[in-house]
């Protein structure tokens, strides 16, 4: 029987990464300079170099092109957050969390600008960054019931995840009106610092 690697795999991975990072570059250039609605998915294929199929394989819509690929948590870091970990409260540790979904992936410069302008210039694209934090937040929610046991009521759950995407949503409004280049992540650690110190 075959086994890969580990290096095969992290090249294999590395390769993924390669190819979603150069369609969603392509696709917010494209928006950039023509709007949402001003390219096709098959334009999009042709200036990522790849083909239709290929690009639906990565990528159901012009949407989740521009926004990237959707964050995914190692089952490591799950399975500490789950154990109580990594610092042993809730709330930070749902917010590190957060934060790892934010910076998977973290890109150049460059890329965090374009992506900023995109998203000031498309309100649906920012809908629909919030929507994907939100089915996150859902994510988050069955976690946290599965760390804290049943008697952990789940409507305190929500209450939780609600707020942090309340922070989220803000961090998204100061991303773009921010003019330091900081990327979204730490807006958010922002936010969150803030958040703290109201509820002090």
Known sequence: MHFMTESAISLREQKRWDTTHRITLCAQRLTDAHGIDGFTMDELADAAEVSRRTLFNYFPSKTDAILGE??????????????????GNLVDDVAELARITLEAKRTDRESIALGRRVLNSNPRLLAAAHERFESVVEEFATLVLEREGADFPPSRARLLLRMLLALFDTALVELVEDTSDRPLVELFEIQLISARTLFA
Request: aromatic share 6%; glycine share 12%; charged share 15%.
């Open 70 to 87: 959707h964050p995914e948590i190692p089952e490591d870091v799950l399975a500490t957050f789950v154990a109580g970990g990594p610092h």
